[in-house]
Structure formats: structure tokens, C-alpha cells
């Protein structure tokens, strides 16, 4: 059982994860983990990618209805992503529950990096906000959607920062379009990664309410993305 500060620092942390989340679509979710393990104190590295994968998802499903309310989602094009993802991540949340917990957290630093320097890498990209699902992008989404759930789940991560890149190699679609239905996979993926720890007992319920709770007002702020992205089409 844990202290009463430990779920006031899980608040505070799922407030950072919410606001990188909703702002970016990716790279907040990474560091949910990391939060978990060494500011809130969970001894367990399995419990704190279980726990984290559930409040993640929570919060970018709040991120999402904002999203959706400002027309910013491609639903048919990530549902097709998230659908494959699902699986993905099933297979991936398996591997990564039954891997060494030291060992996970060691892969996961050197993921941080790589992260870090995709972030940093980020370009503006136009986009054509008119895509849609088609016969030529279908069997795109579905392959990145299969690696990225699979790396997802495994980590226990939101893989926005696979997603959102991914959802534009394969569709082309403007950054902001991207970002908006890159939580559909976050979303999905962090549902199932969850799902497959709580079978094992793996997720600390009462600290994923304080997380979600800490990030629930974060997630659905976007005043600072609408200043950085235009506004785009929809569909």
C-alpha cells in the first residue's frame, strides 16, 4: 500500500504526462514510467507500466474528445492503424510482463534517448488534409500499426511518438491530423497493454486514479498546441 505523498506525486506526475500529451501527441506518455519508478516510488517495474499504461490511456482519450471537437481526426485511417496496433500490443505487453523488470527499465533509457532525438528531429509537415482510407494507404496503416502496438505494448508505452510519424509516412496527412489521431492508437494500445498486466495482477488501480486524475485537465488543454498548429481539415 502506498503513502498518501506517493499519490499526490502520482497526480503530479499524470498533470506532466497530460500536458506533453496533449500538446505534442507523443513523448508524454513516455515518461509515465519513468515517473512512476522514481519520483512516485513503485518498487515494482511491472506495476509501473501496468499502472502507467492504464492512466495514459485515460488521459489521451481525454485528448482525443478535444481533438475530435476541433475536427482534428482521421477516424477511418486510425482506426485502421489502432485495430492492427491492437494486436500488436497484446503480443508485445505479453513478452514485456514476462521480461526482467531491471532489464526492461535499462531498454527503456536507451528508448528515452532515441525518443529524445526524434523529438528534436521534428519537422513541420504540410500535409494533404483532404486523405482518406484507401486501397493505397490501407496496408500501410495496418503495418505501422502492428509495429507500433507491438513496441508499445512491450514497453508499455503510448507509441505516439511511433504513431504520429507513422500515421504521415502512410497517409501523408498534415502534423496536426497526425496528432489528433495518433490518440486513437494511444488510446487503443494502452487499453490493451493494461488489460494484459491487470490479468497478472499488475496494476495498482488506486494510483492510476490519482494519475488520471492529475492529467484529466492537461490532456484536454490544447490552447497551446492550436497556437503552435493551424487549423486543418477533417475526416
Known amino acids: 500500500m502506498l503513502e498518501t505523498s506517493q499519490y499526490i506525486l502520482g497526480a503530479f506526475s499524470g498533470g506532466l504526462v497530460g500536458f506533453v ?17 522514481y519520483l512516485v516510488g513503485v518498487s515494482n517495474p511491472h506495476v509501473a507500466i501496468g499502472t502507467s499504461a492504464f492512466a495514459v490511456a485515460a488521459n ?4 482525443l474528445a478535444s481533438h475530435a471537437r476541433h475536427g482534428h481526426v482521421k477516424w477511418r485511417c486510425a482506426a485502421v492503424f489502432a485495430l492492427a496496433g491492437i494486436a500488436g500490443a497484446a503480443a508485445g505487453s505479453t513478452l514485456g510482463k514476462n521480461f526482467d523488470g531491471q532489464k526492461l527499465l535499462f531498454l527503456f533509457a536507451l528508448v528515452m534517448i532515441a525518443v529524445g532525438i526524434l523529438m528534436l528531429k521534428r519537422r513541420g509537415h504540410a500535409g494533404d488534409a483532404g ?4 486501397r493505397e494507404n490501407a496496408p500501410k496503416l495496418v503495418a505501422y500499426g502492428l509495429g507500433a502496438g507491438l513496441f508499445s505494448g512491450f514497453f508499455g508505452i503510448g507509441g505516439g511518438f511511433l504513431i504520429v510519424p507513422g500515421l504521415i509516412a502512410a497517409t501523408g496527412m498534415p502534423m496536426l491530423n497526425a496528432v489528433g489521431s495518433s490518440l486513437v492508437g494511444v488510446t487503443s494500445f494502452g487499453l490493451t497493454t493494461a488489460g494484459n498486466y491487470a490479468i497478472s495482477g499488475l496494476v495498482d488501480w488506486p494510483l492510476a486514479v490519482a494519475f488520471i486524475a492529475g492529467g484529466w485537465e492537461a490532456a484536454s488543454s490544447e490552447r497551446a498546441q492550436l497556437a503552435i498548429f493551424p487549423q486543418s481539415g477533417t475526416r
Open 21 to 37: 500529451l496533449g500538446l505534442v501527441g507523443g513523448g508524454g506518455s513516455i515518461l509515465a514510467v519513468p515517473l512512476m519508478v
Open 131 to 134: 486523405v482518406r482510407l484507401g
Open 60 to 63: 489521451a482519450a481525454t485528448g
